[in-house]
């Protein structure tokens, strides 16, 4: 029997790519997200015939409807992949409740509801699952005109694990991919080239595609990964492993004396 699988922000960027790679892999998709026209022509291109959810998950009954409209429609799902996000830039002494409170509820709110939803009806169903969150970079790194979206995806990490530790018991796996910065070319999420330049630099040296992400989604969900939970992958070409853009060298400590007495190391680190 098929697999189930049910992506939300599947009408663009890392969401459709996700789609993309487990319709190919013969899964049924569903597919979520807020403009039918994009949406209808993302799933379109999939190697399987995919149902489609047109839903505005910023509303907090969205998720939990969404979960129970796909399961009942295409069969019981077997993996959730919440992708769906918004990050507008504004300036911290910008920020109102008003933005605050969209991207919290698009970005945290929905997957913790549609998690809880998923894990409910599967546990009801005495079967497994699996979660998989989009996460970003911006969780652990702050930068300007992010609060808002860096708190988000910081949240959806403890998210991740939280859930994880809570429904790891009844089988059901939750994981987050933490991309770099990937180009999508977003209408919902359009990001300046000058931006894009400033933020893509990392050791592997080229921006990362949707296709990355989705290769570490499709890993997560696969049996390869079942004694996997709770982890954050990150996929970001080594950009979260360090920074390559200070100098390498400094000058030597020649000068420093030591105090009179103390033992001294060679730079090999044996005592002298
Ligand atoms: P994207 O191409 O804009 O995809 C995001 C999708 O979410 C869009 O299809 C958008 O729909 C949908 N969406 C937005 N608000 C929604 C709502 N209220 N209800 C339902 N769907 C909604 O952006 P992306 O870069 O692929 O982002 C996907 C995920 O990756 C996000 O969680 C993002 O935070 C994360 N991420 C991206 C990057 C990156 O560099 N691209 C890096 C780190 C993390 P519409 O287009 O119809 O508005």
Known sequence: MSRHILVTGAGSGIGAAVAATFAADGWTVTGVDLREPQLRESLACLATPARMLVADLSDPAA?????????????????LVNAAGIYPARAFLELDAQVWDQVQAV????????????????????????????????ALRARPGAAHYSTSK???????????????????????VSPGFVTVDSTANPVTEEYAAAVAVNP??????PGDIAAAVAWLVSPAAEWVTGSIVRVDGGA?????????????????QAPAGATSMTSEGAAL
């Open 204 to 209: 592997l040296g080229r921006r990362g595609r």
């Open 240 to 256: 979260s492993a360090g920074t390559t853009t200070l100098p390498a060298h400094w000058p030597e400590l020649t000068d420093v």
């Open 63 to 79: 998720p939990d409807r969404m979960v129970r409209e796909a399961w009942e429609a295409g069969g019981p799902v077997d993996a």
């Open 154 to 176: 910081a949240a959806v990490e403890m998210l991740t694990k939280a859930a994880a530790i809570e429904l790891g018991g009844a089988g059901i796996r939750v994981n987050a």
């Open 107 to 138: 970005n945290v709110r929905a997957p913790m509801l549609a998690t809880r939803a998923f894990a409910e009806l599967a546990i009801g169903a005495g079967r497994p699952g699996s979660v998989v969150n989009i996460s970003s970079g911006s």
